[in-house]
Structure formats: structure tokens, C-alpha cells
């Protein structure tokens, strides 16, 4: 195989380090699956890359055969859970490419929100010559992609950089670039705290860590973002990533089987890193990446599916043992089948957009083990008050102490709420009927309108809110 040599020489930079890694901290993690205790967990939400460009490793970019787009929407609607959420992970949005990228990511994240998936986003660092190591730009970048792509409310996160612990890789990693570190934790930073200011609350901010390097380099990486961003970056995290590649990365080869036991080392692997800068168990972790090329006839398409499924059911099983929530393929269609890169073929699809075995294993695997959207909960604001008339046009008004009952089908699924009137919070019930008295002024002048609203929490988490207007009768 063509790129054995590299794949060889990968792994020996990956497990050669220096003698003084030897006091650090290596986190071998477990080995061997069959020792570690598979915890119960929510559905996985699955997703996939649907854009056909896929980072070089080590090397220069390489070109992708264009996109047909129908072709693309055609495939993914076949991967589509019924009922079910499905996640397109858009990559490779350079803040290089400046307001061109911007245009063509929004376009994108457009372009797949309106057929209903939802949407997350890779903010590469990837800086220009002239942008490189300027962190205060880059914040402003980052701002910028939060206030941009936040309003789209289908866009449900945003990863903050990409596999900065890898440094020897610039199209593929942004290690390679001078600040990255900074990068990531300032952009980190900066994307929560712009999230937060407009009300993106449904916007979750995060990185990834690439499955792995080598210790003295692994243990180097962690303790930064411990020490330039301590607490403050901790609590700014939604979630974080992985990317891994066993059989492909690291480790370049796998024996019959194995890579059920990678990806098993590779969670708990950053289960354990997480632990130098204090990220704890309950930040829910993401496969971001995981995928396998094909290559014949030393990696035929046929072990392509049967990898896959090894490894997707890796995650499936111990998805509770590690808080594993989400789930990506990388990639939808190779970049190029008749390439000679091996990084052009992880595709389920050839270039062309012939089906490969993996395509049908995977679609049935998502079927079989998706998380299914929650079904919907209907609920109604109730109000209740005394009825007069208004001295002009003998309107229907309300005449006294109003009051606000959370109804409808749902109610049993309320937990609480909280009543306001206008901007100012009233009450709040944690009993069945969840109902107030909302309204108890004496009103002078005019008729006039108010509004009430309830925000409801639901036992399984979720936020219903709810809205009416009311006419109150007024004293002259």
C-alpha cells in the first residue's frame, strides 16, 4: 500500500517520546474493552460530514471532485433517522478565507437547515501569514461567527479550532500554527461569552483532541489549557471532542477486531487527559471524526463496513461509561477515488457516488441506534379573571385578580414554572396545576393590554414557553 511508509513513520513520532515524558503523566487509559464496564446512556445523536474535502495529514491540501449537490441531499436523506435528529458537521471554515468563507459557510449551514438537519459548525484557526499569533483578531473572528451564524437557530454548535494537540499537520490540524493554544482557549473564551450575551443559549461551544500523540507532547498540550485558562475555560465548555482513527492514525494497525478496543482507548484516553485541566465526567463528550479509508486491495471496501460497525458499536456500548452523547462519521463521499492519497477515501460514497458497503451498514446502524426526537408536548396558557366591559366600545376586559394555569394535553409533563408579567417575574409553582395569580393591581386610565408569560420546565429538561395578551379594565 502506498502509504504504509507514512502511516509507519506516524506511528513512530506517536509513541516515541523523550525520556522526561516518563515523569508526566501518560494516560494509557484501558486497552482492552472487554475489562471495562459498558454504563447505560441516552441515544446516541448521530451525524456525519457531508462536504467532500477532507484535511491532508502531514502534507498539502488536495483537491475534492465537485460536489453534486442533489446527489448529496439525496444520500443524506437516506441516513436520516426516522424521527430522529441528524447532525451535518460542516469542516474546514478557515478564518484565512476571511468574508469568502463566511459566505460560503453561511450559504452551507442555509443550504442544510432548511431541509431540517441540524447544523454544527468547525471554526478553524488556519490563519494567514499576516493573522498568524494575532489572538485579539482571532477573538474578534470568533465574535464575528457567533453573532453570524448564532441566529440560525438549526446551528447548534460551534468547535472552537481543530486538534491543536497535533502540530506537524497544517491543513489537516491547527497545532502546526503559531498561537493555536491561545487560540483555543481564548476563542473558547470569547464564543461562550458572545453566545451568552444574545441569548444563544441552544448554541454549544466546544473543541476536539485528535486520538493521540505522543506523551511528553499530549501531557505539554493539557497542562496549557489548564494554566491559560483555569476555571473560567472549564465552565465555558459545552462538551469536547474526538477524533480517532484506529487502524488508520494511531495505531496505524489493528489486529482482526481491534479497533473496538481503539476506540475504547481513545475515549477513556481523553477521559483521562481531561483531568489535568479539571474538565469533569459531566461534559458531555462528541466523536467528532472517526472513519476508516479504503484503499484495495490492502483496505477493501467490505472491511471498511465491518470496521465501522465495530467501531460505532464501540461508542453505543460505552457511551454511559465515558458520557458519550454524539456520534459523527467522516466522511459522506471520498474526495477523490482515484487519488492515490489514502486521506481522500473515507467516504462512504465513492467520488462519483457509488455506493460502497459501509453506506447501507451505517444507515442501518443509525436506524437501529439513534436517539429519536422528543415527541412534542402540548400546552396552553389559561387565564382566568373577573369579566367587565370597557367604557368605550364595550369590549371584553379583564376586572380584578388574574390568574395563569398552565394547561393542555401535556400537563402532566410540567414540572414548574415561572410566571412573569411584562419583563418582571411574578411567582413561581412547583405543584400540579401549575397556576398563579399573575395580576393583582388596581389599573387607572386607559384599557389597556399586558402580556404574561410562563416558561415551563418539563421532566425530561426541556423549556416550553408560553405567551398571551390580556385587555385589563381600568378605574378613570
Not at 459545552?238 to 484506529?246: H, S
Not at 477523490?336 to 462512504?348: E, I, M, N, R, Y
Request: positive net charge; hydrophobic residues 35%; aromatic residues 8%.
Amino acid at each position: 500500500m502506498r502509504r504504509l511508509p507514512l502511516l509507519v513513520g506516524l506511528a513512530l513520532l506517536l509513541v516515541a517520546a523523550p525520556a522526561r515524558a516518563q515523569l508526566d503523566p501518560v494516560c494509557s487509559a484501558d486497552t482492552d474493552s472487554s475489562k471495562v464496564p459498558q454504563q447505560p446512556g441516552p441515544r446516541l445523536r448521530f451525524g456525519i460530514g457531508p462536504l467532500p474535502t477532507a484535511g491532508q495529514i502531514g502534507g498539502a491540501p488536495a483537491p475534492a471532485v465537485p460536489e453534486q449537490a442533489r446527489r448529496t441531499h439525496e444520500f443524506l436523506a437516506r441516513l436520516r433517522p426516522r424521527g430522529g435528529p441528524f447532525v451535518l458537521r460542516l469542516n474546514r471554515f478557515f478564518w484565512s478565507d476571511g468574508e469568502e468563507g463566511f459566505r460560503r459557510y453561511l450559504a452551507l449551514a442555509g443550504r442544510f437547515t432548511r431541509r431540517g438537519y441540524l447544523v454544527e459548525l468547525q471554526v478553524r484557526y488556519h490563519p494567514s501569514a499576516q493573522q498568524e499569533g494575532d489572538i485579539g483578531a482571532w477573538v474578534a473572528h470568533v465574535r464575528e461567527v457567533v453573532r453570524r451564524f448564532g441566529s440560525n437557530k438549526r446551528v447548534i454548535a460551534l468547535q472552537i479550532t481543530n486538534e491543536v494537540n497535533l502540530s506537524f499537520s497544517p491543513d489537516s490540524s491547527d497545532g502546526a500554527y503559531r498561537g493555536a493554544r491561545d487560540a483555543l482557549v481564548q476563542g473558547v473564551l470569547a464564543a461562550k461569552d458572545e453566545a451568552a450575551r444574545r441569548g444563544y443559549g441552544r448554541l454549544k461551544i466546544g473543541f476536539n483532541w485528535a486520538y493521540r500523540g505522543d506523551p511528553a507532547s499530549e501531557t505539554s498540550f493539557w497542562q496549557s489549557l489548564r494554566d491559560k485558562g483555569a476555571q473560567p475555560f472549564v465552565r465555558s465548555l459545552d462538551w469536547i471532542g474526538l477524533d480517532a482513527y484506529p487502524g488508520t492514525v494511531f495505531p496505524p494497525a489493528e489486529d482482526p477486531g481491534g479497533e473496538r478496543d481503539g476506540m475504547v482507548n481513545a475515549m477513556s484516553s481523553l477521559r483521562c487527559y481531561s483531568r489535568i485541566p479539571g474538565i469533569p465526567q459531566s461534559v458531555p463528550m462528541k466523536v467528532e471524526e472517526n472513519g476508516w479509508p479504503t484503499q484495495p486491495p490492502g483496505r477493501g471496501y467490505q472491511k471498511q463496513a465491518d470496521v465501522l460497525e465495530l467501531m460505532v458499536r464501540a461508542v453505543h456500548d460505552f457511551r454511559g461509561t465515558f458520557n458519550v452523547v454524539d456520534y459523527r462519521w467522516f466522511n459522506l463521499r471520498d474526495g477523490d477515488t482515484a487519488s492515490p492519497l489514502l486521506f481522500q477515501h473515507f467516504g462512504l460514497l465513492e467520488s462519483d457516488y457509488d455506493e460502497k458497503p459501509a453506506f447501507e451498514r451505517y444507515r442501518r446502524l443509525v436506524s437501529e441506534l439513534s436517539a429519536r426526537d422528543a415527541p412534542r408536548v402540548r400546552l396552553a396558557l389559561v387565564l382566568k379573571a373577573r369579566i367587565g366591559h370597557t367604557r368605550r366600545g364595550g369590549r371584553r376586559c379583564a376586572r380584578g385578580p388574574l390568574r395563569a394555569t398552565v394547561s393542555g394535553p401535556g400537563r402532566r409533563m410540567a414540572l414548574r414554572a415561572d410566571f412573569a408579567r411584562g419583563a418582571r417575574r411574578v411567582a413561581r409553582d412547583v405543584r400540579p396545576p401549575l397556576t398563579r395569580v399573575v395580576d393583582r393591581d388596581h389599573h387607572v386610565g386607559r384599557s389597556h393590554f399586558h402580556r404574561v408569560r410562563a416558561k415551563v420546565r418539563l421532566r425530561d429538561g426541556r423549556l416550553v414557553r408560553l405567551m398571551r395578551r390580556y385587555r385589563v379594565c381600568a378605574a378613570g
